[in-house]
Every structure is written in C-alpha cells, then in structure tokens.
T-cell receptor
C-alpha cells in the first residue's frame, strides 16, 4: 500500500527553466510533508518542508505547494541548475498519531536531470 | 560538526548469515532512525531509537533488531539474512522528536545477500 506516490520516475529540464516535481498521498492523517534530495552514493539531504496548515512554503529557489483537498504537493525549483540533478523524494509524517515521532513515509523518488 | 557516519559502506553476506551495521549520530543528536532502501524504491522505516529506547517500528520482522548506546550511536542487526534483504541501509539522526527535528542521513551501507 503506497501511501506516498511520485508517479514520474524521471524529469528532464533545461538549465534556467522551472522544474516541477509532483507527489500525491492517500492518507489524510499526514500533517507534515518534506522533500529530500539524494545524490548517488550519498544519503538523502533535507530540502524543504511544509505543514498541513499551510499551502505554500518558500526557501530561495525552492517552493513547495500543498493542495490538501487534492492530496497533492509539488516542489518548484526556479531557476533550475545542473547541480540540482539528483533524485528527489517526497515524504510525509503523521505527527499526532501514537505520540511524537518523526517516522517518514517516502515516495519512490523522481530523477531530475537539468541539462546545461 | 561531525555528520552521520555509517560503517561499513559495502557488505556482502550469504543467505542465512547475520549482519551488524553501525551508525554514529551527528554530534548532539539523541534520536536515531534506520531505513531500508531497496533498488528503485524510497526509503522504508525500520525503527527509531530515542534515548536508548525503541520509539516506533515499521513493518519489518523481528529478525531486524537494533540498539542505541549511551553515546547515541546505534546498531542494526539482521539475523537469518534473505535475498530480499539486499538493499541500502540508511541511518538518520535528529535532535529529539517532532517536526522541528529534520532527519540527517548518513551515506548508507550497501548490503548484498547472495
């Protein structure tokens, strides 16, 4: 049962353009969402997060949008740079169920390739 | 500030054997989580330790066990290895629990079971 889904295994974008990575979830109890970036042979690195009480969070070139009614979130990278080429994972957390925990439910990832 | 370090980086074991993976958490972090990432999949939560006590467990059988030590380093033990245990094992540390404590991941241990 895949509760967090990233339906695009890969995405190719030209340098300077916008990258949009999408994520859908099925569990309405998720109340916090995160994006991680992973380079080969490295562990995932935290990028940006959003609480379910917000619909947008911005940090420099990265913006995450949350549409709770559609159970959908997206990560926008503007402008895209070749160094952004990596696998991007969407993750979700249930914070208020069964006590405090930061157990993350990850999607399967999207490989972003930014072409120079 | 020292990040999360995992050892070994690569490991090859035979089906039925036992394996121990090690993790040193980032300085000052008291919570350690372990994740399994199979090929083409996202990381899956195995369990979490907070102040040496297990604090949550994912859908993994009892042959996956762990420990957290007083210095907050941690071990993941897997008994009776199966071919499907071949994966990247990721350790992550954080300061406490809650949303304000993002996970900091190590580079992982690549386990191959033959």
């Amino acid at each position: 049962d895949q509760q967090v889904k990233q339906n695009s295994p890969s995405l190719s974008v030209q340098e300077g353009r916008i990258s949009i990575l999408n994520c859908d979830y099925t569990n309405s109890m998720f109340d916090y969402f995160l994006w991680y970036k992973k380079y080969p042979a490295e562990g995932p690195t935290f990028l940006i997060s959003i609480s379910s009480i917000k619909d947008k969070n911005e940090d420099g070139r990265f913006t995450v949008f949350l549409n709770k009614s559609a159970k959908h979130l997206s990560l926008h990278i503007v402008p895209s740079q070749p160094g952004d080429s990596a696998v991007y994972f969407c993750a979700a957390v249930i914070m208020n169920y069964g006590g405090a925990t930061n157990k993350l439910i990850f999607g399967t990832g999207t490989l972003l390739a930014v072409q120079p | 500030e020292t990040g999360v370090t995992q050892s070994p980086t690569h490991l090859i074991k035979t089906r039925g054997q036992q394996v121990t993976l090690r993790c040193s958490s980032q300085s000052g972090h008291n919570t350690v989580s372990w994740y399994q990432q199979a090929l083409g999949q996202g990381p899956q939560f195995i369990f979490q330790y907070y102040r040496e006590e297990e604090n949550g467990r994912g859908n993994f059988p009892p042959r996956f066990s762990g420990l957290q030590f007083p210095n907050y380093s941690s071990e993941l033990n897997v008994n009776a290895l199966e071919l499907d245990d071949s994966a990247l094992y990721l350790c992550a540390s954080s300061l406490g629990l809650g949303q304000g404590s993002p996970l900091h991941f190590g580079n992982g241990t690549r386990l191959t079971v033959t």
